[in-house]
């Protein structure tokens, strides 16, 4: 591993930590400390994280013509700040802008470090390195979600304010740790200017951002889907769920790296894609199995479906992570990735309604339909990358 990446290895790890922090125990912090009510918070993260999601483009195009090293410490800065501003939140009208900046600064963190990963590792040594960066990213959040139960348990305003306080440090020390890296441009990666909103004019990368927006659905399966189902259809205790979760966590830090091997060139990862379709059928169709059965067979059954689920994830993480560098302008990275920040974040905004929907109102068939979804979504990456790989080729 070169320093270079060693050093955001870390940086990762650590302000994922804070991440895992607040993901865990802000939504409680803002209802029993800062004195929101629960629609206040939903309706405050969801304005936040549309903006975030739309922002990440110009973020982008700014790492482009700039230092992407630059824009992402300072975005790292701004999520620090905006984290420190939700110890004062005491209203809605305080925290719609406070959540809106950090929505912005985690989504220009993400588009200006793609834009560096391409411009330090190459395009294919890109996706490489963003699944080093997320098998990081699973540490630190679970790391931050053991602190984050220390947190909840003691339930008081001033331990509230102490885990703030660190989640704001730990965006200031991954900042720290990015001021040693080389500064690249990526526009100057070809003898050309960078053509403004080129990625959003590219039709052929928003077919694919759009394909693979909807398998990130697969993302909340394990958040969303899983403990819902647990609850309403199987008999097994509700405890079950986190020993199961663990699973997917422990794979992801193991095996992203080695499963996203291979996967350098459009064709393999639109192929990783199908088949992380098809994973994920085998996975729903065991989730569905559990219904009914006793507690032992049930929390046994649910581990095989996680853990096939997750092999599946790991396969669609990979695919994403190889194509959203691989069928980008080389001089663009940071407005590309911005953009296909925009198809995960709309899925992953979407998973909650359309998972729930299916299991309440199907049950067993629901999980049929989520796996249709997910295989469809696979099997129409590769025609679709096809096509991408033409105009890729003419550039």
């Known amino acids: 591993m070169s320093g270079a990446l060693r050093l955001l290895v870390v940086a990762t790890g650590i302000s994922s930590m804070g991440n895992g922090l607040w993901l865990t125990s802000g939504v409680l912090f803002l209802v029993t400390s800062a004195g929101l009510s629960p629609i206040e918070v939903g309706v405050g993260l969801t304005v936040a994280g549309v903006v975030g999601v739309l922002v990440g483009v110009p973020i982008g195009a700014w790492a482009d013509v700039t230092e992407p090293r630059r824009v ?37 963190s993400n588009a200006a470090r793609g834009a560096l990963l391409a411009g330090l590792f ?13 098998a990081a990213a699973n540490l630190g959040i679970s790391v931050g979600t053991v602190l984050a139960g220390v947190v909840l348990a003691i339930d008081s305003r001033p331990v509230y304010l102490a885990m703030i306080g660190l ?17 690249v441009l990526t526009a100057g990666a070809v003898p050309r ?17 759009a394909v693979n927006g909807v398998m990130t659905v697969q993302y909340g399966v394990l958040t969303i889907a899983l403990p819902l189902w647990v609850a309403t259809a199987t008999n097994a205790p509700m405890w079950a769920v986190a020993p199961v979760f663990l699973v997917n966590t422990v794979m992801c830090v193991l095996f992203q790296v080695r499963v996203g091997r291979g996967l350098d060139e459009p064709a393999s990862a639109a192929r990783a894609a199908r088949r992380s379709g098809w994973v994920f059928v085998a996975a729903v169709v065991l989730f ?15 581990a095989a479906a996680v853990l096939v689920h997750s092999f599946g994830e790991l396969l669609q993480a990979a695919a994403s992570f190889s194509l959203s560098f691989t069928l980008a302008a080389p001089h663009a990275h940071g407005q590309y990735q911005g953009v296909w920040g925009i198809g995960v974040g709309l899925g992953e905004s979407a998973a909650p309604a359309i998972l729930t929907g299916l299991l309440i ?35």
């Open 72 to 108: 992402a410490i300072a975005m790292l800065g701004l999520e620090a700040v905006a984290t420190a501003g939700y110890a004062v939140v005491g209203s809605v009208q305080a925290f719609v802008p406070v959540a809106t900046l950090a929505a912005i600064g985690l989504a220009g």
């Open 122 to 134: 190459g395009t294919a040594g890109a996706a490489r390195a963003r699944g080093m960066l997320r």
């Open 167 to 183: 989640d704001v440090l730990t965006f200031l020390v991954a900042a720290v740790l990015y001021r040693p890296l080389p500064d």
């Open 193 to 209: 200017p960078v053509r403004r909103w080129a990625a959003v004019r590219d039709g052929r990368y928003l077919a694919v951002t």
């Open 288 to 302: 569905a199995l559990t219904a009914g059965l006793p507690p032992v067979p049930t929390v046994l059954l649910l």
């Open 361 to 395: 109102g199907g049950g067993q068939l629901g999980w049929i339909g989520v796996g249709v979804l997910l295989a469809a979504a696979g099997l129409a990456t590769p025609p679709l990358v096809r096509w991408a790989s033409v105009e890729r080729l003419s550039r």
